[in-house]
């Protein structure tokens, strides 16, 4: 409870319960910095409506509007806490691992969908930035192959959205051995003649940008997302130049033939539901 709330409580003392609002009630917009409600970013998926910025998303809310009737079955993957090197910053590994599943609700960064795009079957599975950064280890990767099984056996596309800052080194030499497991992931798909769709969304980094966020066969992303392998702070420092205008951001990519096409997420849907009908030879 704020000192407003306080002291309108103690005016109106029968109205405490009504005044309390809880800490996730609003967000503030990383672009424009404007305050937003959150239960009103919900039905927006996230996108501010004063600048239209783009703001990290659950996969679960991201689901909701792309599922037809926002209805899909959840995939379980084997997840599993790894600890190597017993790590520990400010707080240990197992700490923020704990802490992130609390707050995401999810098992690891990667949440899979099974369910239908415009009536055409597909398997998504996206990451959630809130998870440590979206980082991949062991059982991401574990999540990616998952996915990819369940694309292949029951013969749907496989759509991936990446929000990550690359491979979890918490994990070290793990998390580094599961980048190359996601393509294997990916060419799984490929193999089975099925259609792999990635989305870029902001930011998409590291490890993942060079590995399964790289490899689709067709690739969107979301408008302003940074997308990369190094952020483009890193490689002023190390070129000692700077850098044009929107370097690395998505319409930056698109300009120069990184990605195929920049796509508003409120229609993600339809483009999605389209491309496919043309990959699947089939009316969406």
């Known amino acids: 409870m704020n000192w407003l709330t306080r002291t309108i409580s103690k005016v109106f003392p029968k109205k405490k319960k009504s005044l309390d609002i809880g800490e996730n009630a609003w967000m503030k917009c990383s672009q424009c ?17 004063n600048c239209d910025e783009h703001l990290k998303i659950h996969p679960e809310i991201r689901f909701k ?8 079955e959840e995939i379980k993957y084997p997840s599993g806490f790894s600890d190597p090197l017993n790590f520990k910053a400010l707080k240990t590994y197992k700490e923020r691992f ?35 950064g979206g980082s991949v280890g062991a059982s991401a990767a574990e999540a990616m192959i998952k996915a990819a099984e369940h694309a292949v056996t029951n013969d749907t596309p496989l759509i991936v959205f990446t929000c990550s800052g690359g491979a979890r080194m918490d ?12 393509t294997i992931a990916v060419q799984m798909v490929k193999d089975a003649k099925l259609p792999y ?7 998409t980094s590291g490890g993942v940008s060079a590995s399964f966020g790289s490899l689709g ?5 979301e408008p302003n997302a940074l997308i990369c392998f190094a952020g483009p ?24 033939g990184f990605i195929d096409q920049v796509v508003h ?9 389209q491309i496919l009908s043309l990959l699947l030879k089939r009316a969406a």
């Open 98 to 132: 704990n802490e992130a599943k609390t707050k995401t609700g999810m098992d690891d960064c990667f949440l899979i969908g099974f369910g239908k795009i415009e009536n055409i079957n597909v398997t998504i599975a996206a990451q959630n930035f809130d998870f440590m």
């Open 171 to 182: 994990e070290n030499q793990y998390s580094l051995q599961s980048l190359p497991k996601t």
């Open 65 to 72: 509007a792309l599922f037809d009737g926002g209805v899909f």
């Open 33 to 49: 910095q404007t305050m937003l409600y959150s239960s009103d970013l919900v039905k927006e998926q996230y996108v501010c409506p």
């Open 217 to 221: 066969d067709i690739t969107l992303a």
């Open 233 to 256: 702070r890193v490689i002023s420092n190390t070129v000692g130049e700077t850098l044009p205008d929107g370097f690395q951001k998505s319409e930056y990519l698109l300009e120069h």
């Open 197 to 203: 769709i990635v989305v870029n969304t902001n930011p």
């Open 265 to 273: 997420r409120k229609e993600l849907k339809t483009k999605i539901a």
